[in-house]
């Protein structure tokens, strides 16, 4: 690509359309109807402060957390437009208690797990929030859609990624090919290519995890987070410490300059909190992209089986050489 050429999202599709022709069709038809829902969010996202789109709608997802009415628009964003198009056979989202039959959609080749809006916490308070996204392939064209094609492993994922609505608002996804990020130009309302290739560093000096739940941690993770505030100015420690609380913007900061996201079981919870179909399939498909590593601790992430829609899981991610330090940790607390 030359010095200062501008490639629009939709033309990288259509150049990788010749290069994996997995990604014609149907499937790139979805990634358009997902940016369209990206910038309709991201429209509503900035007029928050402005409309009546902030608060509570007053009642509680299948999570039992209150859903705020950005959460959702978003989700109806989503499902409105995958009705229209019917290249989805169907969308499962964390806001939703059961799957969402699209009505134009009984031949099409591919399921959608969303979450519309993560982060959703953060709204009231103009911090980072964003949208999850992850694309399966029915099993058999055959057949009926049944809980085989919708509970895959993350292995099977044919694409994932993630919008995040912040200073800029950017476009970031894999088609199993590396990972690529967009960042929507406001004045001609296009995603522009500006994250190119993007890799991770293998090591970091960053650590994101909520330690005001720290007593209720394994101690093996106790002992990672002890270690990473330990001063050692060989090793350049203490790392630095960020945590948002949107899963989303920890996460992306991570990717592009190194580091560790931490959500590990606690003794309340003791399955981890965050959502396997919606959360932790499409970001683990995304770091091992970009050369990091995803893990409950004791087990990669996409190897996971799902058992049930809203499914949660204890999750390891990010740099690889940190995720394999907690994994050395958890085990040899373990085998004392």
Request: glycine fraction near 8%.
């Amino acid at each position: 690509m030359e010095k200062n050429t501008i490639v629009t999202l939709n033309q990288f599709i259509a150049d990788q359309q010749n290069q994996f022709p997995f990604v014609k069709g149907s499937l790139s038809r979805i990634f358009r109807d997902i940016q369209l829902a990206a910038k309709m969010i991201n429209r509503d996202v900035r007029k928050a402060g402005l409309i009546d789109i902030l608060g509570n709608f007053g009642e509680t997802n299948i999570q039992g957390e209150e859903q705020k009415k950005l959460d959702v628009i978003s989700n109806d964003v989503f499902k409105r437009l995958m009705d229209m198009s019917g290249d989805c056979i169907c969308v499962v989202s964390e806001e939703d208690d059961d799957i969402h039959w699209c009505p134009n959609g009984a031949d099409a080749k591919y399921i959608l797990a969303i979450d519309p809006l993560d982060g959703s916490s953060n709204i009231d308070v103009n911090a980072s929030i964003g949208s999850i996204f992850s694309i399966y392939k029915r099993l058999s064209p055959d057949k009926p859609v049944d809980n085989e094609d919708i509970m895959q492993a993350g292995v099977n994922q044919v694409a994932a990624g993630y919008v995040i609505y912040g200073t800029a608002t950017m476009f970031v996804y894999t088609t199993g090919s590396g990972v690529n990020g967009f960042t929507l130009d406001d004045s001609i309302m296009e995603f522009c290519l500006s994250h190119p290739e993007i890799k991770t560093p293998q090591n970091g000096s960053i650590f994101s995890v909520n330690e005001g739940n720290l007593n209720e941690f394994h101690p093996g993770v106790i002992e990672y987070v002890n270690w990473c505030k330990g001063n050692n100015k060989e090793e350049k420690r203490p790392y630095s410490a960020r945590y948002i609380g949107s899963l989303i913007a920890d996460f992306h900061r991570n990717l592009l300059k190194g580091g560790i996201y931490l959500y590990p079981a606690t003794a309340k919870a003791p399955n981890g909190k965050l959502r396997l179909l919606y959360e932790c399939n499409p970001m683990a498909f995304l770091v091992e992209q970009a050369g990091g590593k995803a893990t409950t601790g004791s087990q990669r992430i996409m190897e996971i089986q799902p058992e049930n829609l809203h499914q949660r899981t204890p999750l390891i991610i990010g740099s690889t050489e940190m995720v394999n330090q907690v994994e050395r940790l958890l085990s040899n607390v373990a085998e004392q």
